[in-house]
């Protein structure tokens, strides 16, 4: 079966290392620059960040950016994977099924949690309060109405892995009734957004779906005008976005009567939880220490927070690690800026040296990810996109090794397992399963279809 031809698919902000080099130096950089008063003016805070202690920051983000290259040296020399569009061809089928069975586990989350909220007590009244500006009302939602149960509200983040097989579905194929199930599930990740304050319910969908989009047009040779300027376009979508939700969740709450004006809420608290991720993590470093977890735990939260597992850390060690960092956060710092900083965290789990490594291979898999996405290969087609969103999230919090991206790696695991296997039997049709009648496959029709489909796309 023919293909179509590889056009170059490079970009600079796709690369793992110049992006995250990029991001993380200015994140740092804006940390020491912004003098103690202000952390105590806009962000309560002390700031524990300093010339003395900075290369903690800056050790992670160079082992990343030195395994990332290390991994694009070894895996220069591979070659392009020209049977990109066939290979796809030919399970199409596949994984339409596939796509169809994610949309329906991810409703299945979100009825699942539906009903948990008018369980708990939820009337739509309750969501037009928070639409109408209503004091609390958003915060009633989070903490009176919502019930988290581990592996049943999870479902809804096989959203992930399903906005992928679907953006590639409907970018090669068309399919109508896949982009109306996209527009189902995206509303409803805006639902959850706006009344839940998950902002990375949004960016889940948008950013996978942009970085495929992207690529897809690039390796058919397709011009993308102003591509180059994607990351400040992304950069003042992402603070709209944010200023969106704050407005609902902090702004008519309590810093309407705080600050100046919205702009100045807005600008100020997006850098803010960036470099207070940062700063929040160094505090966790000066007051408990490098490798103060006996096990790694928050390097491994899937694990940890997978059901039936919730338990098992604090009985085996005496200790949770999560409310170990808590109190040091509401004692020290600011509980309304609790994220820890994905660069500095690991320093819990794994000690200086430690982290180092962490890194290091850390920046090793990325860039092995990211040359198998950029030539073609499945694994990296399909792992790259979401992968692109955690390296953005890196100096906020750990993305790779959270709940929320454990049904990505189960989905593309046993995606790409079944795959496997299906091309192994198509290659012995002996072993391929007969017809329900008994009668064998005609493979000879099989093929002409297949191909008058390729053509008529």
């Known amino acids: 079966m023919n293909d179509r031809p590889m056009h170059s698919t490079n970009v600079w902000w796709l690369n793992p290392a110049v992006l995250l080099g990029m991001f993380g130096t200015l994140i740092i950089s804006g940390a020491m620059a912004i003098p103690a008063e202000n952390y105590h003016i806009y962000y309560?805070?002390?700031?524990?960040i300093q010339l003395n202690n900075v290369v903690y920051a800056l050790m992670p983000l160079l082992s990343f950016i030195l395994g990332c290259l290390l991994a694009m040296m070894l895996w220069k020399s591979l070659r392009k994977n020209t049977a990109f569009y066939s290979n796809f061809d030919r399970q199409a089928?596949?994984?339409?099924?596939?796509?169809?069975?994610?949309?329906?586990?991810?409703?299945?989350?979100?009825?699942?949690?539906?009903?948990?909220?008018?369980?708990?007590?939820?009337?739509?009244?309750?969501f037009i309060a928070v639409l109408t500006g209503e004091q609390g009302a958003i915060f009633d939602i989070k903490h009176k109405f919502m019930t988290k149960v581990s592996g049943v509200t999870s479902l809804t983040n096989f959203c992930v892995p399903f906005m992928v097989l679907a953006v590639y579905y409907t970018y090669l194929y068309k399919d109508k009734t896949i982009k109306k199930m996209?527009?189902?599930?995206?509303l409803l990740a805006v639902f959850r957004a706006i009344f839940f304050s998950e902002r990375l319910a949004i960016l889940e969908l948008l950013v996978p779906g942009m970085v495929i989009y992207v690529v897809m047009r690039l390796r058919e040779g397709k011009k993308i005008r102003f591509i180059s300027t994607f990351p400040l376009i992304g950069f003042l979508f992402v603070i709209t976005l944010f200023g969106i939700g704050e407005y609902f969740r902090s702004w008519i709450n309590y810093y309407v009567n705080v600050y100046p004006s919205y702009f100045d809420f807005i600008t100020t608290r997006f850098m803010g939880y960036y470099v207070n991720a940062l700063n929040t993590g160094m505090l966790y470093l000066q007051e408990l220490g490098a490798g103060s977890n006996p096990f790694p735990f928050f390097t491994l939260?899937?694990?940890?927070?997978f059901p039936l597992m919730d338990s098992v850390?604090?009985?085996?060690?005496?200790?949770?690690?999560e409310d170990t960092v808590k109190n040091v956060l509401y004692t020290m710092?600011?509980?309304?800026?609790?994220?820890?900083?994905?660069?500095?965290?690991?320093?819990?789990?794994?000690?200086i040296i430690g982290t180092g490594t962490f890194f290091l291979l850390l920046g090793i898999i990325t860039g092995s990810i990211y040359t198998l996405f950029q030539k073609g290969y499945m694994f990296g087609a399909f792992l790259y996109p979401i992968?692109?969103?955690g390296l953005t999230e890196l100096p906020r919090y750990i993305y790779f090794t959270s709940g929320r991206f454990f049904p990505?790696?189960?989905s593309f695991f046993a995606i790409l397992v079944m795959v496997a296997i299906r091309i192994r039997l198509s290659m012995n049709p002996n072993k391929q399963l007969l017809p329900r009648n008994g009668e064998k496959p005609n493979y000879e029709n099989y093929n002409h279809e297949r191909l008058h489909m390729v053509q008529q796309r």
Do not use: C, H
Not at 44 to 48: D, E, F, L, Q
Not at 182 to 186: A, D, Q, R, S
């Open 44 to 48: 309560r805070v002390t700031k524990y």
């Open 93 to 126: 089928g596949f994984y339409r099924k596939v796509i169809f069975a994610l949309f329906g586990i991810t409703l299945l989350g979100y009825m699942l949690w539906g009903l948990m909220l008018v369980q708990n007590g939820a009337t739509p009244a309750t």
């Open 182 to 186: 996209i527009v189902v599930i995206f």
């Open 301 to 305: 939260e899937w694990l940890w927070k």
């Open 313 to 321: 850390y604090t009985g085996t060690w005496y200790v949770n690690p």
């Open 333 to 351: 710092g600011n509980p309304e800026y609790n994220n820890p900083s994905g660069m500095m965290l690991p320093y819990q789990d794994y000690g």
């Open 387 to 389: 992968w692109f969103l």
């Open 408 to 410: 990505a790696w189960l």
